[in-house]
Nanobody, 122 residues
Framework: QLEESGGGWGQAGGPLRPPCVAS????????MGWFRQAQGKEGEFVAA????????RYADTVKGRCTISRDNAKNTVYLQMNSLQPEDTAVYFC?????????????????WGQGTQVTVSS
């Protein structure tokens, strides 16, 4: 089971760093990804990271502003978000990458968390 937290309110230009914590050691054995879904819109890929953290991938909309990282000893994946924009307002989800290919399609992920709401005010 995955659990996201650390969302909340952010000011435009400010940082947030929601973590994704796994209740079991499963997280450390898999590549992981972050997705987000804004109200009334389809979900979209944000970032992904390989099992050992050596490889990452980002959506063009967040590249340069977000950093995905992981601490396998803590069963946690982080999404450092800087230079927040109102367009970043969404529910953020983490999920397990089924094939470890860091794909952008949500169909390649499972074990979705409940999500954490991020709201950015202008």
């Amino acid at each position: 089971q995955l659990e996201e937290s650390g969302g909340g309110w952010g000011q435009a230009g400010g940082p947030l760093r929601p973590p994704c914590v796994a209740s079991k050691r499963t997280l450390s054995q898999n590549a992981m990804g972050w997705f987000r879904q804004a109200q009334g819109k389809e979900g979209e890929f944000v970032a992904a990271i390989s099992r050992d953290g050596s490889t990452t991938r980002y959506a063009d909309t967040v590249k340069g502003r977000c950093t995905i990282s992981r601490d396998n000893a803590k069963n946690t994946v982080y999404l450092q978000m800087n230079s927040l924009q109102p367009e970043d307002t969404a529910v953020y989800f983490c999920a397990r990458d089924l094939r470890g290919l860091l794909t952008m399609g949500s169909g390649d992920y499972d074990y979705w968390g409940q999500g954490t709401q991020v709201t950015v005010s202008s």
